[in-house]
């Protein structure tokens, strides 16, 4: 089968950082994304690893074990309005399927002034 | 300069009726998506269009039926609507051949802004 893990929720104040954990089982791996979801509004993209490392983007940066099965999410300097639900997701290795995403179940973030 | 539209943004309706929901880019992309995301905010891929070929086929009621009339716009029917349709229905589109040269992120897709449907 196959399956992502990452917490349901996270809670953090202002200013500070947090890391969202992601570990994945899946048929295939091509890379690892990450999206943003306020309520109400839809996915947004905010970063994508395909290779093992640390990529930065911004107040945000994203890190790929690909021998671990494992990535994480660093937020930085939090807002009120990093406020969110954060997803990670799986592309999926499958030749020609048009980029398929297996997204885990969003991990609830609040940020506390 | 809307990227990706839907419409309805909501769909209020009764069990039994069919409903329609349409989705269009004005990105230019390839490949466009349904996803259907529930109450716990599980985001499940329904089904996926590159060049207005059917390539992803989620084990989906056939109830449901995509069509893709050209690359710029996927719509989405449902016929004999049930209760546990009720959900937020997302199109997403990207562009897999620059992904797949490298020159677009692997990873990448723009949602529209979702349409709201509840079965009564």
């Known amino acids: 089968g196959q399956s992502l893990e990452q917490p349901s929720e996270v809670t953090a104040v202002e200013g500070a950082i947090v890391q969202i954990n992601c570990t994945y089982q899946?048929?295939?791996?091509?890379?690892l994304s990450w999206y943003q979801q306020h309520d109400g509004g839809a996915p947004t993209f905010l970063s994508y690893?395909?290779?093992?490392g640390l990529e930065e983007t911004g107040r945000f940066s994203s890190f790929l074990s690909r021998s671990d099965s494992y990535g994480y999410l660093l937020l930085q300097e939090l807002q009120m309005k990093d406020s969110a639900s954060y997803f990670c997701?799986?592309?999926?290795?499958?030749?020609?399927?048009?980029?398929?995403?297996?997204f885990g179940q969003g991990t609830e973030l609040s940020v506390k002034p | 300069d809307t990227a990706v539209s839907q419409t309805p943004k909501y769909l209020v309706t009764q069990m039994g009726n069919d409903k329609s929901i349409k989705c269009e880019q004005n990105l230019g992309h390839d490949t466009m998506y349904w996803y259907k995301q529930d109450s716990k905010k599980f985001l499940k891929i329904m089904f996926s269009y590159n060049n207005k070929e059917l390539i992803i086929n989620e084990t989906v009621p056939n109830r449901f039926s995509p069509k893709s009339p050209d690359k710029a716009h996927l719509n989405l029917h449902i016929n004999s609507l049930e209760l546990g349709d009720s959900a937020v229905y997302f199109c997403?589109?990207?562009?897999?051949?620059?992904?797949?040269?490298?020159?677009?992120?692997?990873?990448?897709?723009?949602f529209g802004p979702g349409t709201r449907l509840t079965v009564l």
């Open positions: 997701a799986v592309r999926d290795r499958v030749y020609n399927q048009g980029g398929k995403l297996i």
């Open positions: 690893n395909g290779l093992d």
């Open positions: 899946t048929s295939g791996f091509y890379g």
């Open positions: 997403a589109s990207s562009q897999y051949s620059q992904q797949i040269s490298g020159r677009a992120k692997a990873g990448e897709q723009f």
